[in-house]
């Protein structure tokens, strides 16, 4: 029988309470906590506060801890690196083991090479120098981006990022010459809630109705899509969607970038989510599961397209000696196994949250793909409303039975957990997930 979740406290517990007062009292306002929880330490898909209490971790630090909380491996390497070096700008210098992550992933990139890589810090950083690599090498000023979705807080990402207005309120002027238009919504979409055409009436809203009045595509360096949303709600495309994106592009001689932040790197049960549709970008941009946690994000794009002059970007800690080192230790890890028991367990996890949630009322879809699943909540399952205070009460009542999960989108949970998850721990989160539905409704 499995020792967690358990929960010997009311959360927050007593040195808890304290931390969150000192945190209070001394953190930026803009670090808005989702629970209050103050972790101690964690170890694969489970979270010990200070005051110990044991956590399921189904949100994995935002899609981020990959290979579980401190990974064995993952730890041997960082403690082997760090006694032998801690920092060399990669920019500036030559180390092998940055040459050998750029080696790995461009082998494992969605789509004919050859590949060339960039490492910086974050998604952020990554989507921020495919901007300026599009703009660069087509030599036109516009972008292209999707309502719903998440680049970045910086401000070419945040430009970008249409998913939320206070991640963009307040800042202007942003980055010019950026344009938005509808990804493949289906039952939310303003033009067509008809799920098998709703693919190709969202794609009418950029050829016919963005190309015919506003924007001449000959203009356009790039569009930047995520193959399956994130922040916008764990929305997975229709299957036409992202070939015919692709067709478009290609015709009017856009470069098509592929931002797998959050749904690469074995997510979605393969490395990178393009492979669910053939999708066969120029530009990929990644983080997040990366690293297992440190620091590193890194853009890959086809060589006929990462082309800079010298010294026109650069970035002085990406490809940091020791968070290449996890990095290394997280390919081989995914590629070892951790890929196919996302897709095997995801499987399991799905078919459990249908199973037990599908008969609510208040649950208006279960989607997703490998370990990235949304359950969309509701007021009323037939006109899908979205009904985010409910969602923040459920996910809220799962917190207090000790399963740790985020929201997404308008009211959407999101099910992200590390990759080293099993059918045990899928079957312990559904269940949790259910009573805390219950005990909310």
Known sequence: MRDYPKLVTPPPGPRARAIIERDARTMSQNYRKDYPLVVDHARGAVIVDVDGNRYLDF???IAVAS??????EVVAAVK????????LCATDFYNESVVELAEGLARRAPGPGPWRVFFANSGAE???????LARLRTGRPKIVAFY????????GAMSLTASKPVQRRGYAPLVPEVLHTHYAYCYRCPVNRHPDTCRVECLDLLTETMFSTTTDPREIA???VEPVQGEGGYV???????PRLREITREH???LIADEVQCGMGRTGRMFASEHFGLEPDIVTLAKGIASGLPLGALVAREDVMKWDSGAHGSTFGGNPVAVAAGLVTLKLLEGGLIANAERVGRVLMAALRDRLGSHAVIGDVRGMGLMIGVEIVRDRFRREPAPELREKILEEAFRRGLILLGCGRSTIRLAPPLVVDEEDAAIAARILEEAVIASV
Do not use: D, M, N, W
Request: aromatic letters at 6%.
């Open 59 to 61: 949100a994995a630090g």
């Open 67 to 72: 290979t579980g909380h401190c990974h064995p």
């Open 80 to 87: 082997a690196q760090s006694e032998r070096l801690l920092h």
């Open 148 to 155: 719903g979705a998440f680049h970045g807080r910086t401000y």
């Open 126 to 132: 990554v989507v921020e120098g495919a901007i300026k």
């Open 222 to 224: 790039a569009v930047i």
């Open 236 to 242: 997975v495309p229709h299957a036409g969607f992202l």
């Open 253 to 255: 001689g856009i470069l």
